[in-house]
Nanobody, 124 residues
Framework: EVQLVESGGGSVQVGGSLNLSCTAS????????MGWFRQPPGKKREGVAA???????SYKDSVKGRFTIARDNAKNILPLQMISLKAEDTAMYYC??????????????????WGQGTQVTVSS
């Protein structure tokens, strides 16, 4: 059974940094597309960043230059480094995975596996 567990969330001030991590188990992660999504309070879940099995990355426009996604296939870990955080980055952050090629992040239903989420709160 595929399991994804996020960690690293917390509360920071505007301009601060946080490093999220997702630990995957139950499958060989290098064959999967991995991604980070978030759901702000009262809003729909949205894609933040994705990374293909061979390391190609894509980002939501509003996080480009501030967020960095990576993957460590040996350890089955998916880190998300976040700097220069803004109040609008406040959300529950979820790790997701799906087999094969990365679907567009806007197609939430095409991502097969999800973690339970970790809360990120950015305050001024």
């Amino acid at each position: 059974e595929v399991q994804l567990v996020e960690s690293g969330g917390g509360s920071v001030q505007v301009g601060g940094s946080l490093n999220l991590s997702c630990t995957a188990s139950g499958y060989t992660s290098e064959r999967y597309c991995m991604g980070w999504f978030r759901q702000p309070p009262g809003k729909k879940r949205e894609g933040v960043a994705a990374i293909t099995s061979d390391g190609k990355t894509s980002y939501k426009d509003s996080v480009k230059g501030r967020f960095t996604i990576a993957r460590d296939n040996a350890k089955n870990i998916l880190p998300l480094q976040m700097i220069s955080l803004k109040a609008e980055d406040t959300a529950m952050y979820y790790c997701a995975a799906t087999a094969g090629a990365c679907p567009p992040m806007r197609y939430i239903d095409l991502w097969s596996y999800w973690g339970q989420g970790t809360q990120v709160t950015v305050s001024s």
